[in-house]
């Protein structure tokens, strides 16, 4: 912990990565691991452009049912830290989240990079234009407001690229910071997987906060393990007191 405060009272630049993990304490289940989503479903039923081809409303009747989940839980301790750290270092501050749940938008953060999209937007797969959560009929099959095409969660499936916009962003704040926190994601999925990759080979420190190690862990200066909600507010804690 002491070495990961003296990399914080160093950085002039932060970068922060998040993934499922750091959601977990709010009662949002993580793709991985034993409880994880994979565990019960299928990622290329449910999470593939071929998935919503050929079955449009069980991948909606899924993503429903995670948006419903979603409304009932809170940010945690975890994503209220990293509002504070952006309201610190201002401009010098990036949160890079593959989350699609809204919770650091809800903890307080205002630049949220949405890598994998959000599960409370759609984009209408005829005419392209979004919607957010509210502003169209959310039936098991939702209708596009404009020109009544087929709604789709506006979220990255696996196959899919990335907002090129999105991905050049990333990779730019990841290789111009000096300081790269991995939060609460196993790592393997790529291109998010290659983004401390990028930080640690531009000559950034890279800090990782995980409840085990990951495929990550090889390049952390310092991994933190434990949970995200408890360590976040200790390191913030101990970085104020003695900063
Ligand atoms: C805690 C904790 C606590 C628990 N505190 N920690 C290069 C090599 C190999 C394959 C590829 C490659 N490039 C592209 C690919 C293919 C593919 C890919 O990466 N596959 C791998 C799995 C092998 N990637 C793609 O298809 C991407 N598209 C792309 O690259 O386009 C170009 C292209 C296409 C095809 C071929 C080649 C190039 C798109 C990826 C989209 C991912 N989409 C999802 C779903 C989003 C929508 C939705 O939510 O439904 O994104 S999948 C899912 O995984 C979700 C997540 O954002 C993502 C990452 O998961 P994350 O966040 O890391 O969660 P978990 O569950 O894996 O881990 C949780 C971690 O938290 C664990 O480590 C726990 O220990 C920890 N934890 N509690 C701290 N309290
Ligand atoms: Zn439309």
């Not at 952006?86 to 307080?108: M, P, W």
């Not at 959000?118 to 209408?124: D, G, H, V, Y």
Request: with cysteine; net charge positive; hydrophobic share 40%.
């Amino acid at each position: 912990m002491e070495k990961a405060v003296n990399l914080l009272k160093n950085a002039q630049k932060v970068v922060v990565l998040t993934g499922a993990g750091i959601s977990a304490e709010s009662g949002i289940p993580t793709f991985r691991g034993k409880d994880g989503l994979w565990k019960k479903f299928r990622a290329e039923d449910l999470a593939t452009p071929e998935a919503f081809q050929k079955n449009p409303s069980l991948v909606w009747q899924w993503y429903q049912y995670r948006q419903e989940l979603i409304l009932k839980c809170q940010p945690n301790p975890a994503h209220k830290t990293i509002a504070l750290m952006e309201q610190y270092f201002k401009d010098n501050f990036s949160l890079i989240t593959q989350n699609v749940d809204n919770l650091h938008q809800r903890a307080g953060s205002k630049r949220v990079i949405e890598f994998h999209g959000n599960i409370f937007k759609t984009r209408c797969t005829k005419c392209n234009k979004q919607f957010l959560y509210g502003e169209y009929e959310n039936t098991p099959l939702p209708r596009c407001p404009n020109c009544n095409g087929l709604l789709r969660p506006n979220v990255v499936w696996f196959g899919e690229s990335l907002d090129p916009n999105i991905l050049y962003k990333a990779f730019t704040l990841s290789s111009e910071t000096d300081l790269f926190f991995a939060i609460g994601t196993s790592g393997v999925v790529y291109p998010a997987a290659s983004l401390p990759e990028i930080a640690k080979s531009s000559k950034a420190k890279v800090i990782e906060v995980n409840i085990e190690k990951t495929p990550i862990s090889y390049i952390a200066d310092e991994i933190l393990l434990g949970k995200a909600g408890e360590i976040l507010p200790k390191l913030w804690d101990n970085f104020i007191n003695e900063k």
